[in-house]
């Protein structure tokens, strides 16, 4: 059984640009929620996938979107990138039934 | 709004002591109150999670307190180890309300435990 996974581990984009994040669920995980993570801070609910349909979304601007696959693999894309988008970006997948969420190591972004 | 209050910041104990670390929510629909680890450069851990239907839960060393009538609840690390230096989050969600987000979880903005030897 494999864990989350996330790619790239680090990224280093310039203000105003687009990037792709990417996530692969634990096997047998149907449910996506993706979390930034600020330096020094707990994890912020950004939004949630479940059966390919964002089905929550927490304080966070349309620039941030995302999309679930088949295999319950994901994206998160964030548009016109501003320095403050600087965070470690934490995908965690479940079962869906709101327990036993398991975290990725996340995809450290840095904006410059 | 910050809905999930963590304390303390930061944390330093001898090694075999008891870091007790604690946290303070708001919203009466949390039912589910997980704690997770992080290392640095990984993403967080489940270590333990507790229902408001019991007051007290034990795995290993780690043992979480409940009090569900002043919305408060705790870590407590036993004996605790050099390698249990880390930072602590702890969460809440709801696992009854099955709208938009459900399960979401919410942080606290954790707490840097180090572990002396």
């Known amino acids: 059984e494999t864990g989350v996974t996330q790619s790239p581990t680090h990224l280093i984009k310039t203000r105003g640009q687009q990037v792709t994040l990417r996530c ?34 927490g304080n966070f601007p349309p620039r941030f979107s995302g999309l679930q696959f088949p295999n319950y693999s994901s994206e998160l894309n964030v548009n016109a990138l501003e320095l403050d988008d600087s965070a470690l970006y934490l995908c965690a997948s479940s079962s869906g039934q709101g327990v036993g969420y398991t975290f990725g190591s996340g995809t450290r972004l840095t904006v410059v | 709004q910050q809905q999930v209050k963590q304390s ?18 708001e919203n009466t629909a949390f039912d589910y109150f ?71 979880l919410t942080f606290g903005k954790g707490t840097k435990l180090s572990v002396i030897p």
């Open chain 1, 24 to 57: 692969s669920s634990q096997s047998g995980h149907n449910t996506v929620s993706w979390y930034q993570q600020a330096l020094g801070q707990g994890p912020q609910f950004i939004f949630q996938y479940y059966r390919e349909e964002e089905n929550g979304r």
């Open chain 2, 34 to 104: 997980p704690w997770y680890q992080q290392f640095p450069g990984k993403g967080p851990a489940l270590l333990i999670a507790i229902r408001p239907d019991v007051s007290e839960k034990k795995e290993g060393r780690f043992t979480i307190s409940f009090n569900k009538s002043a919305k408060q609840f705790s870590l407590h690390i036993m004996d605790s180890q050099p390698g249990d230096s880390a930072t602590y989050f702890c969460a809440a969600s709801s696992l009854t309300w099955s709208g938009a987000g459900s399960y979401q």
């Open chain 2, 8 to 25: 303390p910041q930061s944390l330093i104990v001898q090694k075999g002591g008891i870091p007790i670390i604690n946290c303070a929510y």
